[in-house]
């Protein structure tokens, strides 16, 4: 939660977490204060108090003073350093002193309490004005994705490039879970689709510009039909609504790497050079092979190297999974 004061500065982060049943812990509180506009807008602040709570009610709270003349005064989780000072209390407190219910959509007066520590006093009436919402706010859509595969003449923020696509081969799935993952990052939690066993084509759109070609985007098909929508994949524990515009939840490279791969697969590490990462720099993509009916799993390079990518699922009319994308985001329809 944040917190502003009437200039529209903010002053306050309150981080809160589930404590019990119907109720919050602001486990988490930082207050700044700052001296004018130009230190808010290189956050140069003054004072910076902290206020850690557990839930028995052990609260820990630091206070950072700005440092001499010409010292960094960056919070510390910039990445810098800066406090010339750092005073810490410890104590315990009720842990009652820090929860507010959870609130109902709409019902935010819940959270009143944490803006009269700010000094606003709340309004007798509150009105609410619809707006147009501009087309393209909010996550980042799935536009384009189809011309992605579609070979031809395009622009790029380099130049006139050529789509190309190419057959990668074909992907065996028997588990039921088709992954998107780094495969040098495949014993960690991967990105998922729920698809039917079989074996589904692999496509690669290659981007070729005067520089050289690059992976823009890669796709399995497991429905030779059209997608009719196009939905982001999300790990459970992942929310489209705490998006900002453009932002995205997508899968991690690490290695320079993806692939698609049945979720039980399991790749030896030490193998990994070897029969992937080698001979990926002389080609676009590596299948490691399997002895049928065993999983196999098809590598390819991610276009812009390491970062983290979208990956998309395509649904046809009936909400089937038609097939999946992970973009690599060297351009997109339109260029843009």
Request: aromatic residues 8%; glycine residues 10%.
């Amino acid at each position: 939660m944040y917190l502003f004061d009437d200039r529209s500065w903010r002053m306050q982060v309150i981080d809160l977490k589930p404590h019990r049943t119907g109720m919050l812990l602001a486990h988490h509180n930082s207050r700044w204060q700052f001296s004018n506009e130009q230190a808010r807008s290189s956050w140069k602040f003054d004072a910076q108090e902290t206020t850690t709570v557990s839930a028995d009610g052990q609260v820990e709270v630091r206070s950072e003073f700005a440092g001499p003349r010409g010292a960094s005064t960056a919070p510390l989780h910039d990445g810098t350093s800066g406090p010339s000072s750092v005073p810490v209390r410890r104590f315990s407190a009720p842990v009652e002193d820090f929860l507010c219910p959870v609130p109902e959509f709409g019902e935010w007066q819940v959270f009143a309490p944490f803006l009269a520590q700010q000094g606003h006093v709340p309004a007798t009436t509150v009105v609410l004005s619809d707006v147009s919402v501009a087309e393209g706010s909010g996550p980042l859509r799935a536009t384009g994705i189809e011309q992605l595969f579609s070979p031809g003449a395009c622009d790029t923020p380099d130049g006139p490039a050529v789509v190309e696509p190419v057959d990668a081969g074909l992907l065996r799935i028997t588990s039921g879970q088709l992954a998107v993952s780094d495969p040098g990052l495949v014993g960690e939690t991967p990105r998922t689709v729920a698809v039917p066993p079989g074996e589904f084509p692999v496509t690669l759109s290659l981007l070729r510009t005067k520089r050289g070609a690059d992976v823009a985007a890669a796709k399995v098909t497991c429905l030779d039909i059209p997608p009719r929508e196009w939905e982001m994949a999300l790990l459970p524990d992942e929310d489209l609504g705490l998006l900002g515009e453009g932002q995205f939840y997508g899968v991690g490279v690490d290695t320079g790497t993806a692939a698609f791969l049945d979720a039980t697969r399991t790749v030896i590490e030490d193998q990994l050079d070897e029969d992937l990462f080698i001979p990926l720099d002389s080609r676009f993509t590596v299948e490691l092979p399997s002895t049928e009916p065993e999983p196999n799993l098809i590598a390819f390079r991610a276009g812009r190297g390491d970062g983290a990518y979208p990956v998309w699922i395509g649904r046809t009319d009936d909400g089937q999974v038609g097939c999946v994308v992970v973009d690599f985001q060297l351009h997109s329809a339109g260029g843009e």
